[in-house]
């Protein structure tokens, strides 16, 4: 028996998900290894400490969690329990940062929430076994991603950068981060130099196309 914990902050997603996985059965061979939910959470931070009680086999995860971490860090922290369960995203988001944030982040695969139920039984059955889940076009993505990585941000220049998108000035940037005007500057220099841009409408359109915020 394989055991599940889901995490996503949709009540409704975690009811379908559970429905999906305690009738498996019916969407499996007869003779498939049965799925059982052990527990669900809305964040990252409890799911983290549900894994650390129930010690589930695979955590089934969602990208964006609402407020607190998000499925990356919760997927590395959960990858640092021992034991550590193999964690497996399920998600709406197919941006190629997110899809190779989370491999790296010690993931066991990458599923779109539009898939077959079929296939998400299968993919939690393989993740537990070790194996790597991932469509053959998410794989080819993960595969030209790690030949050519993305620029590397800093937290404080994602930070700047969120601030940026919401049309903040740099002072304003400022006080929200309780830094001086120069040092937005440099920030924001770094931020441009990285990703290869001369304007601040430019590194938000290419910051949001690569996932980076």
């Keep these: 028996m394989t055991t599940v914990l889901l995490v996503d902050d949709h009540p409704v997603v ?3 998900l559970r429905a999906v996985l305690d009738g498996n059965g019916s969407v499996l061979d007869d003779d498939a290894d049965a799925v059982q939910v052990v527990g669900e959470a809305a ?20 990208l964006r ?3 607190g971490i998000d499925g990356i860090r919760t997927t590395r922290a959960l990858r640092g329990l021992d ?3 193999a964690v497996l995203i399920l998600t709406t988001f197919d941006r190629d940062a997110e899809i190779l944030g989370a491999i790296e982040a010690g993931a066991a695969g990458y599923l779109l929430k539009d898939v077959d139920p079929a296939v998400i ?14 469509a053959p076009d998410l794989a080819a993505r993960v595969l030209k991603g790690m ?3 993305l620029p590397r941000l800093t937290e404080r220049e994602v930070e700047v950068l969120r601030l940026l998108a919401r049309g903040s000035t740099n002072k304003e940037i400022a006080r929200a981060l309780f830094v001086t005007e120069a040092t937005v500057k440099s920030h924001l220099a770094h931020i441009f130099t990285k990703l290869d841009v001369d304007s601040r409408s430019r590194a938000i359109h290419v910051a949001q196309e690569t996932g980076l915020i």
């Design 14 to 16: 975690r009811s379908g």
């Design 43 to 62: 964040t990252g931070e409890e799911a983290i400490t549900l894994a650390c009680h129930l010690r589930p086999d695979v955590v089934l995860c969602d």
């Design 65 to 67: 969690l609402g407020h």
């Design 83 to 85: 034991p550590a369960p």
């Design 121 to 134: 039984v299968d993919g939690i059955r393989r993740a537990a076994a070790g194996d790597m889940v991932l």
């Design 147 to 149: 030949r050519s990585p």
